[in-house]
């Protein structure tokens, strides 16, 4: 076993961008709804490629839980004049999860990493996943092979070319579809891969492009934000 500094290399980088409602804004105006998926238009320039997977942040003025979703980058036409991507989500109904988290009080924030995980279950069974995010005392898991089982005791590694980093044993708290959330009872100090991860989550979010939603903005007044059309590959015309 490596230490948690050594750790550092498993991990990747992680493509985040940030959006910041207030509270006078009409949220579901700036989202389309495309049957099992969703857009939004996020209005400033991003350097992802089109096609490329992100993790957006979306905070609402006044809450202490922000939405964190995993959305495909889809940039607008080269003739476009209006600066921004298209953002498609596989998840419908974004506004009433944001509203949803807004109304939560969570102790400890959740914070997007990308991590090769190695889980040993607690009859032995061993499967590699995807840590998609961690907060001081917990994670989710995503990409899992097969379902865990809420109330089981995981034994969690970081995987990496170096090596591997023992984040130790967790709680499942929580399954939905291949993803699953992580209590650890030894949070933080006494879990030092764990503050390791949290600590480069955090360097990570800090240096995010973000963007704060206008005072004109016309969803104020009932009305769509200005966007451009629709991508066809998102069925738009």
Same mark, same amino acid.
């Given at each position: ?57 979306? !905070? ?29 989500? %596989? ?53 899992? %092979? ?56 955090? !360097? ?20 769509? %934000? ?12």
């Amino acid at each position: 076993m490596m230490d948690s500094r050594e750790a550092k290399a498993t991990l990747v980088p992680v493509a985040l961008v940030r959006y910041r409602f207030d509270a006078l804004a009409n949220i579901p105006l700036h989202f389309h709804d495309l049957g099992e998926r969703s857009a939004f238009f996020f209005p400033a320039e991003l350097p992802h490629r089109d096609g490329q997977w992100i993790f957006v942040e979306f !905070a609402v003025e006044g809450s202490e839980v922000p939405c964190l979703a995993r959305g495909r980058v889809r940039a607008p036409p080269s003739n476009s004049t209006v600066v921004g991507s298209w953002l498609e989500f %596989p998840t419908p109904d974004l506004p009433a999860i944001i509203r949803n988290l807004a109304q939560i009080r969570r102790e400890h924030e959740r914070l997007p990493i990308d991590v090769t995980a190695s889980v040993r279950c607690a009859d032995g069974a061993k499967l590699v996943c995807r840590i998609a995010d961690v907060s001081a005392d917990g994670l989710r898991l995503s990409g899992l %092979p097969f379902f865990l089982n809420v109330g089981e005791d995981v034994s969690i590694e970081m995987v990496g070319e170096r090596g591997h980093s023992n984040l130790g044993k967790g709680l499942v708290v929580w399954v939905r579809g291949q993803e699953s959330g992580i209590y650890f009872e030894q949070g933080g100090s006494g879990n030092q891969s764990l503050v390791m991860l949290v600590e480069q989550a955090v !360097a990570v979010r800090s240096s995010a492009i973000e963007f704060a939603h206008p005072d004109s903005c016309s969803c104020r007044h009932g009305q769509r %934000p200005f966007e451009p059309p629709l991508p066809g590959a998102m069925g738009g015309h």
